[in-house]
């Protein structure tokens, strides 16, 4: 990544969705899933799985029950939470260009947050182990989760900046409904979900593609389309 420069534009900080952009826990996820769904005799696909990216816990948990899992949401939940940190304690399953463009905007001094709908158990361990975020705001924090823009508003504010000023990050529909509808610019990487073409939304192929100068032009209010970038 290039060299900060006195006339750089860079966002006033960068918002982080965790789960699919940051670190590969969908397979995690589908797996508890899978074996909650199994445990109490019903069936439980990939696509299934797929539909409930960066739903809101208590939304993926209402779909369980209607598979017929017979807990009370909240103990769901917990179940879900627990096997996706035991799968991250075994290692961070970071995706390919995370780390580096993490390390590059600490270097550059911009704050970060990180935004998820991921409960507060997961998403601190990993915080503490990325060592790069400014804060954390994690689904169980908030009184209405993605796709409802709160979650982005609140990183803003904890962050005291300007969300129109701030870049997020993200790879599910709902977060980057909730991106969008905060006002904050919007890049999107496709990973389990396809991503539609939408008003001031960036495309990217990769983290890789998120340099210093990307991140400047989306800021400027550039809708950048790099799916095709190598």
């Not at 508003?153 to 509808?181: K, M, N, Q």
Request: aromatic share 4%.
């Amino acid at each position: 990544m290039p060299s900060t420069s006195p006339d750089l534009a860079l966002p006033a900080a960068v918002l982080w969705d965790m789960d699919g952009t940051l670190i590969d826990t969908e397979p995690y996820w589908i797996g508890a899933e899978t074996e909650l769904v199994e445990a109490h005799g019903g069936v439980w696909t990939h696509q299934d799985g797929l539909s409930l990216v960066g739903n809101p816990m208590m939304v993926s948990a209402g779909a369980l029950q209607e598979r017929g899992v017979d807990l009370p949401l909240e103990d769901i939940v917990d179940f879900l939470n627990v096997r996706v940190a035991e799968g991250v304690a075994a290692g961070i399953p970071w995706q390919p260009g995370a780390e580096q463009v993490l390390a590059t905007l600490h270097e550059a001094g911009v704050p970060m947050a990180l935004v998820t709908s991921s409960f507060r158990m997961l998403a601190e361990p990993f915080a503490a182990a990325a060592g790069r975020f400014d804060v954390v705001v994690s689904g169980d924090e908030v009184a209405r989760a993605k796709p409802d823009p709160e979650p982005y508003l609140t990183a803003a504010r904890l962050l005291g900046v300007d969300i129109a000023d701030c870049v997020a990050v993200e790879d599910s529909r709902a977060g980057i409904a909730s991106a969008l509808a905060s006002g904050a610019r919007t890049v999107a990487i496709e990973v389990m979900q396809p991503v539609a073409p939408q008003p001031g939304l960036s495309r990217v192929a990769a983290l890789h593609d998120l340099t210093l100068t990307a991140l400047g032009r989306v800021v400027r209010g550039e809708v950048l389309d790099l799916r095709r970038a190598s």
